[in-house]
């Protein structure tokens, strides 16, 4: 991020330089100036998942002070749940009284530095797929009390009361890793393009400074064409129309080649597509996404790993940048290293050697006593990870925008040479994961907890009803937002 001297009216995006790809905008260098703001975000960029309102394991005054980011992305479903006996409730974050940045309640009621941009939806990323279907006028959201209707203008309201930087209309969403058929495409495309007109038509951009990101949906484009027409030449003449939210990168090649496509080249575009691995980052960056939600950093956090990885990769990609990492059998370079390892009792070496890396975590402390606190369930351990993992990201895109700056075959190559460095997937994590809360998983039919409990019966089965501690696992499965330890 950058500061400007000037604070524009409204959000401004400018393409400072664009790849080409079979007469396609690809890859694109650019920056992103909200409304109200002095801080610009340079993409392509990234935003931190939050949980709750937090970065897991980071309070406000951390994340001001050592998280690398150009913003946050908040889910409204994580403070809108509504207990059965207090239906009627309002939740208290609509009641908060707002301070700094003036007129953005959901800065105050989250504590989020005043710096830090917000990406306001009506769900987390990954979504927990709803056991039942949306309406023609709401979408089933997972709070912590359970699955709850959210309506269409609930959420107008909600976003018109909250005032963050960027909002994302309702899209309808199966949340499904399964393709929807093509009858219930086409109703995701009719609902959608409803519900966004109904959002412009209920948030007049006049008395917000909120920026508006329109979802485009992950189905085929000959299904949604009429949808993206509206937005093409209805909306975006009329000034509302900020960016756009794409829940499926391979969609953006076939809108580019669309007559519609000179009319939103110029839009920033905000990929909902979580990527798995910083090589389906690269890969997104390469179909022209310039803006990224990454899930997976809380993931590896919590799971005891500290990435290593770097962009453009290290020049010899068979002299190992850690000679501690365990052996996979070949020349490809390990994406992080488990710090839960015992290999690591000993070591005062920093997460990353060499001092590349420059985090709190780095310079302050060593692989011996992170292993430590992460082997104590100490919650230290994974603010410390947190911290580094997120600043490996962050150095991560300023080379990916580096060498977007050189030109396009330069961008390539490094891509290319990355691929060719580094191993497809992260290393298994082999620590005790902090809690998972209830609002953060469903189980599934017939799976178990996911926490299981700390206390036993001592000799259970055999009559004996003392209770004694228990060390539990909370096993290898993955989490998707990042719990945190109660």
């Known amino acids: 991020m ?19 790809r079979d007469g396609a905008t690809a890859a694109r260098l650019g920056k992103l100036a909200l409304a109200g703001r ?43 749940e509504r207990p059965q006996q207090y239906y009627t409730r309002t939740p208290p974050i609509f009641n908060t009284p707002t301070s700094t940045p003036p007129g953005k309640p959901l800065h105050s009621f989250t504590a989020m530095p005043p710096s830090m941009t917000t990406v306001l939806a009506a769900r987390r990323l990954p979504a927990v797929p709803a056991p039942q279907g949306n309406s023609n006028s709401s979408i089933s959201v997972f709070t912590s009390v359970g699955f709850q209707p959210l309506t269409t203008k609930e959420y107008h309201n909600a976003v018109a ?37 109904e959002y412009f038509d209920s ?20 299904i ?86 770097e962009f453009p990769s290290p020049s010899s990609p068979s002299s190992p940048q850690d000679s501690s990492s365990p052996s996979n059998g070949t020349s490809l370079l390990p994406l992080g290293i488990n710090l839960s390892s015992p290999e690591h009792q000993t070591s005062l070496t920093p997460l990353l050697p060499n001092n590349t890396c420059t985090c709190y975590a780095c310079k302050n402390h060593s692989r011996a ?18 911290i580094h993992n997120h600043a490996v990201v962050s150095s991560f895109f300023a080379a990916i925008r580096e060498t977007l700056a050189q030109g396009p075959e330069e961008s390539e190559q490094a891509v ?22 209830g609002y953060h998983f469903k189980s599934g039919a017939g799976e178990g907890k996911r926490n299981k409990p700390g206390w036993s019966k001592f000799g259970e089965g055999n009559g004996d009803g003392a209770e004694i501690p228990t060390t539990t696992t909370e096993g290898n499965a993955a989490l998707d937002v990042g719990g945190t330890p109660n």
Do not use: C
């Open 224 to 309: 949604q064409w009429e949808y993206i027409e509206r937005l093409a030449e209805d909306i975006l003449p009329t000034g509302n129309l900020s960016g756009l939210a794409i829940y499926s990168p391979d969609i953006l090649p076939d809108i580019a080649e669309s007559k519609y496509g000179p009319l939103l080249e110029p839009l920033p575009r905000l990929s909902l597509s979580p990527p798995a691995t910083p090589h389906h980052i690269l890969r997104q960056i390469q179909l022209g996404l310039d803006i990224f939600t990454i899930p997976f950093i809380n993931t590896v956090s919590d799971s005891g790993l500290a990435l290593t990885f």
């Open 161 to 197: 009361t909250l005032q963050p930087d960027i909002a994302i209309p309702l899209a309808d969403l199966t949340n499904h890793s399964t393709a929807p058929n093509t009858k219930r495409a086409l109703r995701m495309a009719e609902r959608t393009d409803q519900w966004v007109k």
């Open 2 to 20: 950058s500061d400007e001297t000037q604070t524009p009216k409204v959000m401004t995006f400018q393409v400072l330089k664009a790849a080409m």
């Open 369 to 386: 006593y992170i292993h430590h606190l992460l082997n104590a369930r100490e919650m230290l351990g994974w603010t410390l990870l947190q």
């Open 38 to 80: 002095k801080t610009v975000i340079d993409t392509p960029n990234f935003l931190a998942s939050t949980s709750r309102g937090v970065v897991p394991h980071i309070t406000p005054d951390n994340v001001k002070n050592h998280l690398h980011t150009g913003g946050v992305y908040m889910a409204l479903e994580d403070f809108i």
């Open 203 to 222: 948030v007049p951009s006049s008395t917000t400074q909120t920026s508006t990101f329109a979802p485009i949906l992950p189905i085929d484009y000959a």
């Open 416 to 437: 290319q040479k990355f691929s060719a460095t580094y191993e497809a997937d992260f290393p298994a994590g082999t620590g005790e994961r902090p809690r998972a809360r």
